[in-house]
C-alpha cells in the first residue's frame, strides 16, 4: 500500500498504535476500511467492479468521511468513475460520478460522507466502483473510508 495522503497518516498512526480497529467487525469503534481498484487487476468495463481488494461494510455502519487518493491516473474517454458499495447504500454514496481527467496521479478526492453528512448502510455491502460512459483504460485509486460498526 503506498503511503497515505494526509490526514489519513495520522489516522493510520492511530491504528498502529492500536488506538483504532481497522477490522470491519469490530463493533462500536473507529474503523478505517480500504479497497483498491486496480485497471490491470479489475478492468474497465462499464458498469459496476468490485475490485479483487475491496472490504465487506457491516450492515448499519455509519460512514464518516474518506478519501479517494489517485496512485495512477484513470484514463479513458469521457469515462466516469463512481464509488459506492454493492448494498446497504448506492453505487455512488461515497464519491458520485466523477470525470477521468479530474483523477490525475497523485490527486486526492473527498468522498461524499461527512460527520456533517453521514451515511448509513441498511445491509452489508462491499465497496465497489462503476465506471460510466464510456471503458476506462488505466488506473489504480485507493479508497479510504471511516466508519463506526453499528
Known amino acids: 500500500m503506498p503511503p497515505l495522503p494526509m490526514p489519513w497518516q495520522a489516522v493510520q498512526e492511530l491504528i498502529d498504535a492500536g488506538g483504532i480497529t481497522p477490522s470491519p467487525g469490530h463493533v462500536g469503534g473507529l474503523s478505517l476500511a480500504h479497497a483498491v ?5 479489475d478492468g474497465g468495463l462499464v458498469g459496476p467492479i468490485v475490485p479483487a481488494e475491496t472490504v465487506l461494510l457491516p450492515a448499519g455502519a455509519i460512514l464518516l468521511g474518506g478519501v479517494v487518493f489517485v496512485e495512477t491516473a484513470v484514463v479513458g474517454t469521457v ?3 463512481a ?4 448494498a446497504g447504500s448506492s453505487a455512488s454514496a461515497l464519491l458520485a460520478a466523477t470525470a477521468e481527467a479530474t483523477l490525475g496521479t497523485d490527486d486526492i ?4 460522507p461527512t460527520n456533517a453528512v453521514p ?5 452489508a455491502g462491499s465497496i465497489n466502483v462503476t465506471v460510466g460512459t464510456a471503458a476506462l483504460t488505466a488506473g489504480k485509486v485507493h479508497i479510504y473510508a471511516l466508519f463506526i460498526a453499528g
Do not use: M, W
Open 83 to 86: 464509488v459506492g458499495t454493492t
Open 37 to 41: 481498484y486496480d485497471f490491470t487487476v
Open 119 to 123: 451515511v448509513r448502510l441498511t445491509a
Open 79 to 81: 469515462s466516469t468513475l
Open 109 to 112: 478526492v473527498p468522498l461524499v
